[in-house]
């Protein structure tokens, strides 16, 4: 490129509201880039979202944009092209002549002018946000960056001598340690093209020799060596050359001038594993839908981008997956400068069908292949641009998806690929040239996820499995005994109704191969969805074109049950419980030792599809001061310390078992390491140790030690913490442990404690008598509640609610953990914090909640169920009235299976406990009839 004009500034603005087309003059300005949403054009949106957030200034239809631009004397005649970065359907007009017209959604416009002559011309760009060749995916979504209209990256008219350089494709040759450059020469005669390198981002200099070489018009490709001490980039060293390319003509003067960053690495998949020039790495991907909600379009600069990706990275990602989208190049540049791996996804969630099916749009199909090609020539030069993927969660011929696969390797190698994101959920297979498999299980019932919605049960055992560190998926990706792959056929075909986006939708299964062991690495699709309560105070944060009705509608319909005050208690509280569900989820990838990787989602809140507030961070990637982003490493890093054991809860005396190991895919670790490990008791450290281990070159999951530990005698409930830490390094973990007393096989026949499963007649002659009385109710004899459960919701109720329904499936429970006034004197014995811990999963996972919707707005529990920002219901775990002259404590739960366990007598202990006290003194005073209202 000679030269180029910047086209970013003031230009003129015209709606076209009514389909009347361009009627002149204009008038209305904007500033480009942007969008029109974005400058307030246009009527206010009256509709008002509840599933995402709302675009304040929404535009669906045609704008038109208008500029003068001035030609001097020293371009004029010179080859030129307008350049538009990121937009939407555009066509154009020069001085009032149409130019052509442009569809791609993910990458540049560009239109090539006719010679421009000195002084001023007129660029007049309608682009349209409606009519799409796809529907776009996350490109176009208002559950994620809006349908907005604009032109919003670059905008420049971009000049070139009569002979330059296109197409550049840069691909490494590691071995070789050189880069192979292709490009295509567009000149009428030869040319010398001079070629040389320079490093940065690196801590060592590297600069190579420049080389020349003659080049006949047309295509051609080079081999420039970089020589034995290039510089490789990785995640742990993301070292970059600036590759320059000039293009010198018969005379040597440079006519042509083009520097690409060019990155020298081999990415690629090897056995169950991904690789990173010759060394094994996982993947520790989030999912990435484009959420900016000031602007509700993507960053075109590289800054704002290395900020976005930075913060991932200080949470211990190094991948991203696009979910039906791609980025701007200045996130593929940030990655680069970061070391991040990328996986843009073409803008498509649907079914790939064939001719002869129903419905087939070859049109549709044409342009999403197009698409492809597209990504892979403006991004494919990017070291960070490593995989791609054909689309989220599709269906349809897996005979026609493998072609497009096959297709596009042939066209350009550098990248892996895979058919889609958990293609065919229920009926999965590897295809032929599938590079990788990404997906949430195998077939139904081999799951390698934690979590799973309703409509897609089973459900993963972070939400139904005692908890414990002992859970991989190593048995779920290679069954034992499964042989060679020879599985049992299942049955296959037919059509079956999966959920499909924010809908259920009936498909065709297809033919499927049965049980089947996969031969390439193998990610996680989506894992957590562990959903926190709204926290109300983000919404002044929203002070750009999106605002955040949703939370206002969220919060009024919480004040309107009395609840208001609640809602920064549930926040943290749910918050604290997703966190601790997060935990274990990831813990269970890194056991897995089959497993190549995982896409979390979401590191940060999804601000659609019901909103879905799933993140550690919120939409703006700011912390939601939940965990720092150090503790959150301490279980999502490139090394990872864990313990195996069986459970969290133990009885004094009882001997503690663990085994230790890490898992580590850190460049640099030494030969040997040491860990040192804690054993320590309400704060005080009882037993400590160490243990050496060697890490054998190419190891990755190193077997440390055994623990055995015999916990103390403790006259009350102690709190005990496992804290690991490798010597010398950052590599450290610590587990919650909870240590009982010993305890009375049946805590509940303590003397003057009246149990009642029922408000019987004697219940109630107690009560009138001044007794005290526990009613502890089955929970299947109780209509007005919520089934118990532990786990936090799972993406969000609204959503999955609507989905279940629409399947005739069994609704999602929910709810969010607990809110515990753990103040309270009923758990002086049976200390907690305010939110869900472990020793409450088996209490919870066998009880029920009431619904104390028509209570007394004053009449309020001890322990309260967190219900979900759609219903709002009060609910009551724990509580306690007067009745007539006795006092009542009401719970309904289990608790013949509760007391099995060692945590569940400890909780009914501290309950008799404090039944038999002078403190069991209600507030609240119900009448008989508010008792059997609620129990009903």
């Given at each position: ?99 052509g017209s442009r569809d791609s959604l993910n990458t540049p416009h560009v239109y090539e002018l006719p010679q421009l002559q ?233 079914t790939i069908t064939v001719e002869t099916d129903e419905g087939h749009n070859q049109v549709e199909q044409d342009y999403l ?568």
């Amino acid at each position: 490129m000679l030269s180029k004009i910047s086209l970013e500034g003031e230009w003129k603005l015209q709606l076209e509201e009514k389909g009347q087309g361009l009627v002149l003059p204009f008038t209305d300005v904007i500033m480009l880039p942007g969008t029109t949403s974005f400058a307030r054009k246009g009527p206010k949106n009256t509709e008002i979202l509840v599933g995402a957030l709302t675009d304040e200034y929404l535009y669906e239809g045609p704008v038109w944009y208008s500029r003068e631009v001035v030609i001097p004397e020293e371009l004029a005649g010179k080859h030129c092209c307008l350049y538009l970065e990121r937009t939407r359907l555009t066509t154009l007009w020069l001085d009032g002549q149409e130019i052509g017209s442009r569809d791609s959604l993910n990458t540049p416009h560009v239109y090539e002018l006719p010679q421009l002559q000195p002084g001023s011309h007129t660029l007049t760009i309608r682009v349209d946000n409606t009519g799409y060749p796809t529907k776009g995916g996350h490109m176009t979504s208002p559950d994620t960056q809006t349908n907005w209209n604009g032109i919003t990256g670059r905008m420049e008219l971009q000049f070139y001598g009569e002979a330059r350089i296109s197409g550049i494709r840069l691909k490494s040759d590691l071995p070789a340690r050189s880069v192979q450059i292709s490009a295509t020469l567009e000149s009428m005669q030869g040319a010398t093209l001079a070629v040389s390198a320079n490093s940065f981002n690196s801590e060592i200099t590297h600069s190579v020799e420049e080389q020349e070489y003659v080049i006949a018009p047309g295509p051609f490709t080079i081999d420039y060596a970089l020589g034995p001490d290039a510089l490789l980039w990785s995640e742990f060293a993301p070292n970059l050359y600036t590759v320059s390319l000039v293009l010198k003509g018969s005379d040597g003067i440079p006519v042509d001038r083009q520097e690409v960053i060019f990155g020298l690495k081999s990415f690629r998949a090897e056995g169950d594993k991904f690789t990173i020039n010759g060394e094994k790495t996982f993947l520790r991907g989030k999912h990435d839908g484009l959420i900016f909600p000031l602007t509700g379009y993507a960053p075109t600069d590289v800054e704002e981008w290395v900020r976005i990706l930075g913060i991932a990275k200080s949470y211990g990602i190094n991948h991203y997956r696009f979910h039906t989208c791609c980025p701007p190049e200045a996130a593929f540049t940030a990655a680069d400068l970061l070391g991040i791996y990328m996986q843009p996804e073409l803008p498509f969630w649907g079914t790939i069908t064939v001719e002869t099916d129903e419905g087939h749009n070859q049109v549709e199909q044409d342009y999403l292949i197009s698409e492809g090609y597209s990504i892979l020539r403006e991004f494919g030069n990017h070291p960070s641009f490593v995989m791609m993927s054909l689309g989220n969660e599709l269906w349809g011929s897996k005979e026609r998806i493998d072609s497009f696969l096959k297709d596009y390797k042939a066209f350009d190698d550098r990248p892996l690929y895979t058919q889609g994101s958990n293609n065919h959920q229920w009926v999965p297979e590897v295809l032929e040239h599938d590079d990788f498999f990404s997906g949430v299980r195998f077939t139904r019932d081999r799951l390698f996820r934690g979590s799973y919605a309703m409509c897609d049960a089973p459900l993963g055992h972070v939400q139904t499995s005692l908890p414990s560190t002992m859970k991989d998926y190593d048995d779920q990706i290679v069954p034992p005994g499964f042989g060679n792959g020879e599985g049992v056929s299942v049955e296959a075909g037919g059509e079956i109704l999966i959920q499909y986006g924010t809908e259920a939708k009936a498909v065709q299964s297809g033919s499927e191969s049965g049980e089947w062991i996969p031969q390439v690495p193998v990610i996680s699709h989506e894992i957590g969805q562990y959903a926190t309560f709204p926290n109300f105070a983000e919404i002044e944060k929203y002070t750009g074109s999106l605002k955040a009705e949703n939370f206002i509608i969220f919060r009024e319909r919480l004040e309107s049950k009395g609840l208001g005050h609640l809602a920064d208690a549930y926040f943290k509280s749910s918050g604290q419980l997703a966190v601790a569900c997060y935990k274990e989820e990831l813990e269970a990838a890194f056991r897995s030792r089959r497993l190549a990787g995982f896409q979390l989602l979401d590191l940060q809140d999804f601000s659609g599809q019901g909103t879905a507030l799933v993140g550690v961070l919120d939409a703006f990637m700011d912390s939601k001061g939940l965990i720092s982003p150090e503790e959150w490493r301490t279980f999502c890093n490139d090394a990872v310390l864990l313990a195996r054991f069986p459970k969290y809860n133990y009885g004094a005396g009882e001997t503690f078992e663990a085994h230790v190991e890490l898992s580590c895919f850190r460049s640099g670790m030494p030969d040997a390491i040491e860990l040192h490990w804690e054993l320590a008791v309400e704060g005080r450290a009882r037993t400590t140790g160490s243990a050496g281990a060697f890490i054998p070159a190419g190891t990755h999951y190193i077997d440390i030690c055994d623990l055995a530990i015999e916990l103390p005698a403790v006259d009350r409930m102690s709190r005990a913490e496992l804290a690991l830490r490798v010597q010398g390094t950052d590599i450290r973990k610590s587990y919650d442990l909870w240590i009982y007393p010993e305890q009375r096989d049946k805590p509940l026949e303590a003397e003057g404690i009246h149990v009642f499963t029922e408000l019987s007649e004697e219940a109630v002659s107690l009560l009138e008598q001044g007794g005290n009385v526990l009613l502890m109710p089955e929970p299947e004899s109780v209509q007005n509640g919520i089934e118990g459960y532990y786990c936090t919701d799972f993406w969000c109720y609204p959503m999955f609610r609507s989905i279940s329904e629409s399947m005739n499936r069994p609704v999602p429970i929910g709810t969010m953990g607990l809110l515990i006034d753990n103040g309270h004197p009923v758990l002086r014995d049976f200390p907690s914090e305010t939110h869900s811990t472990y020793p409450w999963w088996t209490i919870a996972q066998h009880s029920k909640s009431l619904i104390m919707d028509e209570a007394d707005c004053s009449w309020n529990p001890i322990v309260q169920t967190i219900d979900n920002f759609e219903r709002n219901h009060k609910l009551s775990f724990l509580t306690e009235c007067r009745v007539g002259n006795g006092n009542l404590l009401l719970c309904v739960l289990d608790a013949a299976k509760v007391s099995r366990t060692t945590e569940g007598r400890q909780f009914l202990t501290s309950i008799a406990g404090y039944m038999n006290s002078a403190d069991f003194q209600p507030q609240y005073r119900a009448t008989i009839a508010e008792i059997q209202a609620l129990i009903r």
